[in-house]
């Protein structure tokens, strides 16, 4: 072998090396992380993250919102058409709502707070019309509901 087969050699490494990076580096920067790249890959069309979310501490009847974020990576509109919800404590923007191709979206679940001193943790299912498979992501809501006297006490040692 002589010495400029070995150079090119190495050069047509390096090169395949730097196809083989940028094409990663447009994956990710498509999908966000490697994670959603292996889920499109392997023909998953969107994903809704947080999917567990922790909605703080408040007063019997507070009312908070759980933000999720909804992305479609595909080259088709996806809808969500319905929400399961564990309990009557919840509720959500209206349906249906679709979300183009290639896009981002913020959907907001509403979780009632109902019981005095207590841990809430329900369950809402997104059902998603997926080019018309029907599909469900659960996602796990946490917070505390507190009274009233023990909010007033929380904010004068904070104070």
Same mark, same amino acid.
């Given at each position: 072998?002589?010495?400029?087969?070995?150079?090119?050699?190495?050069?047509?490494?390096?090169?395949? *090396?730097? /196809?083989?990076?940028?094409?990663? &580096?447009?994956?990710?920067?498509?999908?966000?992380? +490697?994670? %959603?790249? $292996?889920?499109?890959?392997?023909?998953?069309?969107?994903?809704?993250?947080?999917?567990? *979310?922790? /909605?703080?501490?408040?007063?019997? &009847?507070?009312?908070?919102?759980?933000?999720?974020? +909804?992305? %479609?990576? $595909?080259?088709?509109?996806?809808?969500?058409?319905?929400?399961?919800?564990?309990?009557?404590?919840?509720?959500?923007?209206?349906?249906?709502?679709?979300?183009?191709?290639?896009?981002?979206?913020?959907?907001?679940?509403?979780?009632?707070?109902?019981?005095?001193?207590?841990?809430?943790?329900?369950?809402?299912?997104?059902?998603?019309?997926?080019?018309?498979?029907?599909?469900?992501?659960?996602?796990?809501?946490?917070?505390?509901?507190?009274?009233?006297?023990?909010?007033?006490?929380?904010?004068?040692?904070?104070?």
């Amino acid at each position: 072998m002589r010495r400029t087969d070995g150079i090119w050699l190495a050069g047509g490494v390096v090169l395949g *090396i730097a /196809v083989l990076g940028a094409l990663a &580096g447009g994956a990710v920067w498509h999908f966000g992380c +490697i994670h %959603n790249v $292996s889920l499109y890959l392997n023909g998953q069309n969107y994903v809704v993250e947080p999917v567990r *979310i922790d /909605v703080g501490s408040g007063a019997v &009847g507070e009312e908070r919102t759980a933000k999720v974020h +909804i992305r %479609n990576f $595909s080259f088709k509109p996806i809808r969500v058409v319905g929400l399961n919800v564990s309990c009557n404590c919840m509720s959500a923007e209206l349906l249906p709502v679709v979300i183009n191709p290639r896009e981002n979206r913020e959907y907001g679940i509403v979780i009632g707070l109902s019981r005095a001193n207590d841990n809430v943790e329900q369950i809402a299912l997104l059902l998603f019309d997926d080019d018309g498979k029907m599909r469900q992501v659960p996602v796990l809501i946490t917070g505390r509901c507190i009274d009233a006297q023990e909010k007033v006490s929380d904010s004068e040692t904070k104070g």
